[in-house]
């Protein structure tokens, strides 16, 4: 993933430094660097979900239902909130990304409550921290994938937003 970020931000920054684009094309390409880091900073994260869960596997730790049942509705909202910000960038789709935006408070508000009920797990002796009891890691990681996906969205925004488009998108 690294060596295609650098490939690609050294294409753009080439093309960019030409002096032969107009100044909407500098702040797409501006906008598809933004976009390009975006998505590496998703990669690394997920990679770092991938080694947490790996450690969690070398130790034996067994991760309770009730974990994974949360597990999954965050990774439930972070899929979708993915698949939508790259259908919003491919189509150009504003309210889709808009959509998008909007869906970063679910996943603020189930890290949050995901922290909380793993606390309650430790306080309440249904589980025993321990090094590799590494879940709220794996919450931070999932939270900062949707801050990722919202900064693309964000970028669609700026990037094919135009004063009738924004009416339309924002009922102004």
Known sequence: IDDYDQRLHKYLIDLAQKNELMESDTI??????????DLERI???LNNIGELISVRYEYGLL???MMQEELKEFYDLIDGMMVDAFKAFETRNLKLA???ID????ADRLEKQF???HTQRLQDG???LSPENNYVDILANLERIADHLTNISETVLLLYETPAKRATVFGK
């Open 115 to 117: 922290k909380h009920n």
């Open 98 to 100: 808009v959509h998008v």
């Open 126 to 128: 249904t589980l025993v």
């Open 28 to 37: 797409r390409v501006t906008g598809y660097l933004d976009i390009i880091n």
């Open 103 to 106: 869906k970063e408070v679910d």
């Open 43 to 45: 990669g690394d994260h």
């Open 63 to 65: 991760t309770p239902e």
